[in-house]
């Protein structure tokens, strides 16, 4: 016979459903299925008879047969209630876990573990927390089995870290402090001296609570032991990075929607900075700033990860840039060569090409074993996935990574891209491969980094830009190098793009950037439209690297172009206000004009170093003087046609050798070889 719990009982077994509750973090999933319950029992009227029933065995085998979708620990906990002859009391049992529920009586402590413990050992830890604290407290309880050992407890305002993982990591941030260009014994006894000087110790984090809002911007309390660029994680699993440290608040910019985030959210911190995924498995997909695949395709599968921010390699580690990055096209390759490891600047108006360029580049990589990375910065997304569709169609995407923080995408997304694929090409030049990285652009960066700054409430200086704001980009491509054959002999080439506006160059941004690289390839958008593409000027570009970043066949022909070139710029103004011009005048005219025609090139078109020599050195020695201007394309083409089908052991010899004698004579009869067949039609 059903019998009256006391105040007493009913408060014991409360306590013990809300322990069951919070054990498992499913305190509203609890309240709700309690409910549920007594309405069962209220309209079922199976449930109703056999609840009336005095044969306990009965009733307990119903309620596990015919409620199995409950909870099991739930419907443990009913059948203690029935053993107990309590069930009369159950409503009120409802009311008082209610009661104590909203209460907060108990203090919820979080507690990860690698592996599950006894009972016992967990109100024994309950029990310590309390007697600390001077409160009741209940735990959490989460596996979480890349602890290694150890424990970790989130409580209050704080997280406090004794986990195996995180002293680990501590120690690894330790070593990665020791210089790797002393000796390896040096090396070594360093790496001995901090190991033993080691101690473990609790690594403590911050809690802290959302205070307001503004765009991708989030202004908190708390949070007091956090470091600059720390990631936060805000109640509802959105990560963001702490970006500003005043004395009573943090602000910290959001790697998430904000529309998900609410003032009174709590924030924990986390220890850790931003990482991105690396590795070969990235090879061929479209991923956004934080590693998330954008392709439709699976999930990123790597174990290894690479933090977004990180040292530039030292003097000491670096070699001179001395190996060409062909881009396949005749103007750069000739004039103004890119080496492995180099920071070449892509500049010029919205609309002149200046994408093109780097596609081309990227499309030239094809042979030349090098990773790409195409790193689209505030891009539409329609945009992007042409680009992804052009490389898909030429193969490029076999050893293509695209990295996209599209235009709708929060500033903070802007702002951390083009550091998240410096980070993974870094892996790659580390394991001693070649890296090309194109920024496109860092102009939108730019403008990203001065929205957050002014979300911020940071004092604005020239063009509304935060006085920081040439260590954004100086301290991004400081890390492309070309490292030393101790270190692997890796590079990473970046080639940034910035857009000026009606060619001013002298812009605030450009400056930065111009004065950071290494030389700059300027496009007018006056050539552009005049049909000159891609459309280069010869005047305002350079590159610093020059002829060490050339094959020796290239340096020995591109020498007489620009001598050629710099004569044809000035005869040709002078052509355009004089009618009377002597022969010698006109010959450079017509030189320079077939020089300017040959250097035209149809976009994702690339060329092989080798044929650019070939033409190179053919309108350098006047051997198409003769042709007609429209003729020129045309000849170009059947020329190499032609030299592929007749003379391909030649340009094996051109590749190693250069231009020797032998070659250049050889190479000369192969030319009039042609010329005697080429007809216009």
């Known amino acids: 016979m059903s019998r009256v719990a006391s105040s007493s009982t009913i408060e014991i077994?409360?306590?013990?459903?809300?322990?069951?509750?919070?054990?498992?973090?499913?305190?509203?999933i609890y309240r709700e299925i309690f409910r549920r319950f007594l309405d069962e029992i209220t309209y079922n009227t199976n449930l109703n008879i056999v609840w009336s029933d005095k044969d306990r065995e009965i009733k307990k085998r119903f309620i596990r047969e015919?409620?199995?979708?409950?909870?099991?620990?739930?419907?443990?906990?009913?059948?203690?209630?029935?053993?107990?002859?309590?069930?009369?009391?159950?409503?009120?049992i409802y009311l008082r876990f209610i009661e104590i529920l909203e209460s907060n009586q108990y203090l919820k402590v979080r507690v990860e573990l690698p592996f599950l413990v006894s009972e016992e050992k967990i109100e024994s830890l309950e029990q310590y927390i309390a007697n600390q604290?001077?409160?009741?407290?209940?735990?959490?309880?989460?596996?979480?089995?890349?602890?290694?050992?150890?424990?970790?407890?989130?409580?209050?305002?704080?997280?406090?870290?004794?986990?195996?993982?995180s002293q680990l990591d501590i120690l690894q941030e330790t070593l990665e402090g020791i210089e790797i260009g002393d000796s390896f014994y040096d090396v070594l006894a360093k790496v001995k001296e901090r190991i033993n000087s080691f101690h473990v110790k609790p690594l403590r984090l911050s809690l802290g609570k959302v205070e307001s809002i503004r765009d991708c911007v989030v202004n908190a309390s708390g949070l007091k032991n956090v470091k600059y660029g720390e990631l936060v994680l805000f109640s509802n699993?959105?990560?963001?990075?702490?970006?500003?440290?005043?004395?009573?608040?943090?602000?910290?910019?959001?790697?998430?929607?904000?529309?998900?985030?609410?003032?009174?959210?709590?924030?924990?911190?986390?220890?850790?900075?931003?990482?991105?995924?690396v590795g070969e498995s990235l090879i061929g997909r479209v991923i956004d700033p934080l590693g998330r695949p954008l392709d439709g395709g699976p999930p990123i599968e790597t174990d290894k990860t690479r933090k977004i921010e990180a040292l530039a390699p030292t003097v000491v580690e670096r070699e001179p840039v001395n190996t060409p990055l062909q881009t396949g096209l005749k103007i750069i390759d000739a004039l103004f060569p890119i080496g492995r490891g180099q920071?070449?600047?892509?500049?010029?108006?919205?609309?002149?090409?200046?994408?093109?360029?780097?596609?081309?580049t990227i499309l030239n990589q094809k042979e030349e074993n090098v990773i790409c990375i195409y790193v689209a910065i505030g891009q539409k997304a329609t945009s992007v996935a042409e680009i992804v569709k052009i490389l898909k169609e030429r193969g490029a995407m076999n050893y293509t990574i695209v990295i996209s923080a599209f235009a709708s995408e929060p500033a903070s997304l802007l702002y951390i891209a083009p550091y998240a694929g410096c980070a993974i090409g870094e892996e790659f030049m580390y394991q001693g491969r070649d890296v090309l990285i194109i920024y496109d652009d860092l102009s939108k960066h730019a403008k990203a980094y001065r929205e957050i700054s002014l979300l911020l409430r940071r004092p604005p200086g020239r063009e509304a830009y935060p006085g920081d704001i040439f260590y954004l980009h100086s301290r991004l491509l400081e890390r492309s190098a070309k490292l030393n054959i101790y270190l692997g002999g890796g590079s990473l080439t970046a080639l940034p793009i910035v857009e000026t506006q009606q060619g001013d160059i002298s812009a605030?941004?450009?400056?930065?950037?111009?004065?950071?690289?290494?030389?700059?390839?300027?496009?007018?958008a006056s050539l552009f439209h005049e049909g000159v593409r891609p459309a280069v000027d010869v005047g305002l570009s350079v590159s610093r690297v020059g002829g060490n970043a050339q094959i020796k066949a290239m340096r020995q022909v591109a020498g007489r172009l620009r001598l050629d070139l710099a004569q044809f710029r000035e005869v040709e103004t002078f052509a355009q206000i004089s009618t009377d011009i002597d022969h010698t005048t006109r010959s450079l005219l017509e030189r320079g004009s077939r020089i300017r025609e040959i250097l035209k090139q149809p976009q994702y078109s690339p060329m092989n170093v080798i044929d650019q020599v070939i033409i190179l050195f053919t309108v350098t020695?006047?051997?198409?003087?003769?042709?007609?201007?429209?003729?020129?394309?045309h000849f170009q083409d059947e020329l190499l046609k032609y030299i592929d089908k007749n003379y391909s052991y030649l340009k094996d010899k051109i590749k190693i050798e250069g231009m020797t004698d032998e070659n250049t004579k050889e190479l000369t009869r192969a030319i009039f070889e042609f010329k005697r067949t080429f007809s216009s039609e």
Do not use: W
């Open 237 to 277: 699993n959105i990560y963001g990075m702490v970006m500003s440290l005043e004395e009573s608040s943090t602000g910290i910019i959001l790697l998430g929607p904000p529309d998900r985030i609410s003032v009174g959210d709590t924030i924990r911190a986390t220890g850790r900075v931003l990482e991105v995924p």
């Open 621 to 633: 020695r006047g051997y198409i003087d003769e042709i007609a201007l429209d003729e020129v394309a």
């Open 66 to 92: 015919s409620l199995s979708n409950f909870p099991k620990r739930f419907l443990d906990f009913i059948i203690k209630v029935i053993d107990l002859r309590l069930e009369e009391s159950l409503y009120n």
């Open 13 to 28: 077994l409360s306590e013990e459903l809300l322990r069951i509750a919070v054990r498992e973090d499913k305190e509203d």
């Open 508 to 524: 605030y941004i450009p400056t930065n950037l111009i004065s950071i690289t290494d030389g700059q390839i300027y496009l007018d």
């Open 343 to 360: 920071r070449e600047l892509i500049i010029g108006d919205k609309q002149t090409g200046k994408t093109a360029i780097a596609i081309d």
């Open 133 to 165: 604290l001077d409160k009741k407290v209940i735990c959490s309880i989460h596996i979480n089995d890349n602890l290694i050992n150890g424990i970790k407890i989130d409580i209050e305002e704080e997280i406090i870290d004794f986990s195996i993982k």
